[in-house]
């Protein structure tokens, strides 16, 4: 293969991926130097001259002359008298051969070992620079185009072709998708699996939310309005915790936008997620109540040193603070960074059609009804609004027990 052709098919891909010059030089002079190693058995001797934009290509061996009798004679840097002057008749002891070594004098076996080496230099180098280009951008809100869909991923393509993924368990669960359409991701962490670069993509990351918020949100972008806090339950809810920088800008009017048109816009992205955008302050009891919206508290306790609280609603309030299958609480406790217990206000009026767990104790153990009001449930219809998840999570019970307990208040008001 020609020398030419050679360094100018490497040179040209190179300089398209915008490798620059000296990185170009240093890879041709690698590969050529290997070569020489293979054949010789060094290349300390060597020196290899090369111009990537013409494709030119020069390698010189420079040995010293010593006598015929020299032991000296069958180092690498050394030549024989009578051998150094077939070169040139006046050479003398002492004095240096230089001699140009041409691609052709490797013989066909190296020279294409030379071009297979170059196209996987070519490969890793296209890993390498993509890595480089992703590793800086985590967070960074990305369109890309569905290209492939798989049963646990989906594999999408960026502007210039390359590959990224959006794991099942990063896709919002009512995400549906088709080849060919645009998605809305932030890169969520780039990897180096074996050299090859893995740069996964999320939909259900809260940085996901805080980057619809910066590009529907002008305020937002332009530092005026700064996102302290989201929490989400992707798909379903989220809350975002804001403040404002100036005195004169509503951070939740904002955010919300008229008549919602701002909010609007990051809900249909997000399939119809729920989102309450909440004024941040500093004041934790009143953080507490926002953050427990649409319910309205009637007391709360907080236990600074175990990060719990207790709040204190009216019988209609409880099943708002606790919320569809227990995500208002769940996602207020996350946003307030304390556990949250709710008690219904003992003051307040019964739920005709509820039935207290008290009533069960024929079928369930009076103990375990003592778990549920040890996080504010007492009655049937209180348990049944939370999810079987959630209250295995925040009572002693196992799961079974739990399922078997929520069929029996169930059939109460079947």
Wanted: glycine residues 4%; negative net charge.
């Amino acid at each position: 293969m020609d020398s030419v052709v050679l360094i100018e098919s490497f040179a040209e891909f190179a300089r398209s991926k915008n490798i620059d010059r000296p990185t170009i030089i240093k890879v041709l002079e690698e590969v050529f130097r290997t070569m020489i190693r293979k054949k010789y058995g060094t290349d300390t001797n060597f020196d290899v001259i090369i111009n990537p934009d013409t494709g030119d290509l020069e390698m010189w061996r420079t040995r010293e002359i010593v006598d015929d009798n020299s032991e000296d004679i069958w180092e690498p840097d050394k030549i024989p008298l009578a051998e150094a002057r077939k070169i040139q008749d006046d050479f003398e002891v002492g004095e240096e051969v230089a001699e140009e070594v041409k691609l052709e004098d490797f013989g066909r076996r190296l020279v294409q070992t030379a071009r297979q080496t170059l196209i996987q230099k070519v490969k890793d180098l296209e890993k390498e620079l993509l890595y480089i280009k992703y590793k800086d951008m985590v967070g960074d809100l990305l369109n890309v185009e569905v290209y492939q869909i798989l049963k646990n991923e989906l594999i999408c393509l960026d502007t210039e072709g390359n590959e990224l993924v959006l794991p099942k368990q990063e896709q919002i669960f009512k995400d549906k998708y088709r080849k060919g359409e645009p998605v809305k991701a932030v890169i969520h962490k780039v990897e180096l699996n074996n050299g090859t670069p893995r740069i996964t993509l999320s939909r259900t990351s809260p940085v996901f939310l805080e980057r619809l918020f910066e590009t529907e949100i002008p305020e937002i972008y332009d530092g005026l309005i700064n996102i302290r806090k989201i929490v989400r339950e992707p798909g379903e809810r989220a809350k975002v915790a804001v403040e404002s920088y100036d005195d004169r800008i509503d951070p939740v009017g904002a955010c919300v936008g008229m008549k919602g048109s701002r909010i609007h816009t990051i809900v249909r992205e997000l399939n119809n997620e729920n989102i309450d955008v909440i004024n941040y302050t500093e004041n934790l009891e009143l953080l507490i109540q926002r953050a427990l919206s649409p319910a309205k508290i009637t007391s709360m306790v907080i236990d600074k040193e175990t990060k719990r609280v207790s709040v204190y609603l009216k019988p209609d309030q409880v099943s708002l603070a606790i919320g569809k299958g227990g995500q208002n609480i769940k996602l207020a406790g996350r946003l307030v960074s304390m556990e949250i217990d709710v008690f219904r206000d003992v003051e307040g009026q019964e739920d005709e059609e509820d039935v207290d767990l008290s009533e069960f104790t024929d079928e369930i153990d009076e103990w375990m009804i003592e778990e549920f009001r040890k996080i504010g449930l007492d009655t049937a219809k209180q348990v049944i609004n939370i999810s079987r998840e959630e209250l295995v999570r925040r009572t002693d019970l196992e799961e079974e027990t739990v399922e078997e307990i929520l069929e029996i208040l169930r059939r109460e008001f079947e």
